[in-house]
């Protein structure tokens, strides 16, 4: 039993150790590294304990035979301070088969160097990780398994590359030969992706990618119509809307807009709600990938003298969504509903910005938002981020009535 107690010694002073100045080299007088017995084993002390006790004891007397430790007994035969002998780190390292955080460090750089450039999001990522490690800082999603790490870089790196609506678990077949090995490590890519790339929302990171677990279908309804390998649909002859899998959105030769308005939704009770005549409404099922982009450039190609706009929550999420429509469309998409105006009439539904909320509209107010003149004349979205932060108040499109 005395050697748990040798390796439990070990391991925290080692830990002691890699956290401390004298591992990185920044400390000015050298300093000993030391633990006090009894705060790693509270019952050292106590008579009632004697197993404990007399472990201890053996345990200690060998890693000071061994010179590992230096250590004193007092004359109630209690060690009190135990040292770490740095002189001989190899041999502790070795005998508690503990990898030195030297060699770690050494191994994460050389997998930091080797993907820092394949996209820009890796690029800041690899790029702040390196600084961390400089600084003895924990790495970022780095759960001391550097399969595992590498896997995540591996998938922050090729999902950035897929291009047609994929399954989550075949882009995972085709990576690890394993469909459920993405899974595992994903919550960790949407993060690291979230963190250091420019996306609207976290949960909507992959199907933004073009990562599906499941068939994904663009809802339509309202004024126009739509012409699918020669077979004409009239939506404003139908009582309700149709649905579209994505996958058969390509195949969608023409949309012949009725009305002066195309508008897209954020929110499906929203779009089941919305029933303004004269509009082309469509619901893009949470996100906007790279088939649903295509489809809108395609609507507004057949259609350039429509107004476009767009329906979401007024929040950072809604109007992060609406930058990205309109970066990767080249639409100018107007916001619909999401002003001043529907914050101050539905003010009883409003919540609180969280700390996240605001560092986000902070950063949209440095971006063309900042300007007014975007909701009509009056106003503008920048003016309407302003008023969140200055009333402490967002809104779920939800809560606000449509025709």
């Not at 550097?146 to 989550?168: C, S, W």
């Not at 499906?268 to 303004?276: A, G, I, Q």
Request: proline letters at 2%.
């Amino acid at each position: 039993m005395s050697r748990s107690y040798e390796i439990s010694i070990l391991e925290a002073l080692l830990d002691k150790y890699e956290r401390s100045k004298s591992f990185t080299g920044d400390n000015k007088v050298q300093r000993r590294i030391l633990l006090k017995v009894t705060a790693l084993f509270p019952d050292y002390a106590d008579h009632a304990n004697y197993d404990v006790f007399r472990q201890v004891n053996e345990a200690v007397d060998f890693l000071v035979c061994k010179g590992w430790v230096a250590a004193k007994r007092s004359r109630a035969n209690l060690y009190g301070t135990l040292y770490l002998n740095v002189a001989v780190l190899a041999e502790v390292y070795a005998y508690c088969q503990r990898t030195p955080k030297r060699d770690i460090h050494s191994m994460l750089v050389q997998l930091l160097e080797k993907y820092q450039d394949r996209n820009e999001v890796l690029h800041e990522y690899c790029r702040e990780q390196r600084e961390r490690i400089r600084s003895n800082k924990p790495v970022q999603f780095f759960n001391q398994d550097l399969v595992e790490f590498e896997k995540i870089l591996i998938a922050a790196d090729e999902v950035m590359k897929v291009e047609q609506e994929t399954f989550v678990r075949d882009f995972s077949v085709r990576l690890f030969n394993d469909s459920k090995a993405f899974e595992k490590i994903s919550g960790k890519v949407i993060n690291l992706l979230y963190e250091y790339g420019d996306f609207p929302e976290k949960d909507q990171i992959l199907g933004n990618l073009n990562l599906v677990k499941n068939p994904a279908y663009v809802n339509f309804k309202g004024a126009g119509k739509i012409t699918i390998k020669g077979q004409t649909i009239d939506l404003a002859a139908l009582s309700h809307d149709i649905a579209v899998s994505s996958a058969m959105l390509p195949d969608i030769e023409r949309v012949q807009i009725s009305g002066n308005r195309v508008l897209s939704i954020e929110n499906l009770t929203s779009f089941h709600t919305f029933n303004e005549q004269g509009v082309f409404v469509l619901y893009l099922g949470g996100y906007h990938n790279a088939i649903r982009r295509q489809f809108l450039k395609k609507i507004r190609e057949q259609n350039p003298a429509v107004e476009y706009f767009h329906f979401g929550d007024i929040d950072a999420g809604g109007f992060y969504i609406l930058k990205h429509l309109r970066e990767r469309t080249g639409i100018h998409i107007q916001p619909y509903k999401m002003d001043v105006e529907t914050l101050k009439q539905y003010q009883a539904y409003t919540k609180k910005l969280t700390a996240n909320d605001r560092s986000r509209l902070m950063k949209l107010l440095e971006s063309e938002f900042s300007e007014v003149g975007e909701v009509g004349e009056v106003g503008g979205i920048g003016e309407v981020i302003r008023y969140m932060l200055e009333n402490d108040c967002k809104l779920e499109q939800e809560a606000v009535g449509v025709r």
